[in-house]
C-alpha cells in the first residue's frame, strides 16, 4: 500500500507527492514515528511546531506525529 508524510506547521506545509510503499498502516505510521525521533535528536530547534501527518492514497489522515523539540531543550 501507498502512504504519503507531510510535513506541517500552522503555517507552512511540505506535501509529499510520491509517497512510499508499507505492507501495512501501522507499518508506515512507525516509519514516520522514526522521523520525527531522528529530526528531535539531530535538528532541534529547527523543527519546532513541525508534524509529520501520514495519509493513505484516497489523502485521509492515519496518524499525525509531533517533531516539536520543545521537551528536549527545557531536559
Not at 33 to 44: M, V, Y
Amino acid at each position: 500500500m501507498r502512504f504519503f508524510f507531510d510535513y506541517k506547521t500552522l503555517d507552512h506545509a511540505l506535501y509529499d507527492y510520491r509517497g512510499d510503499y508499507f505492507q501495512t498502516p501501522q507499518a508506515a505510521i512507525e516509519f514516520a514515528a522514526a522521523i520525527a525521533e531522528d529530526l528531535k535528536n539531530r535538528l532541534t530547534e529547527n523543527w519546532m511546531g513541525w508534524s509529520i501527518e501520514v495519509r493513505n492514497v484516497e489523502g485521509m489522515k492515519l496518524s499525525s506525529i509531533s517533531i516539536d523539540t520543545a521537551g528536549l531543550l527545557a531536559a
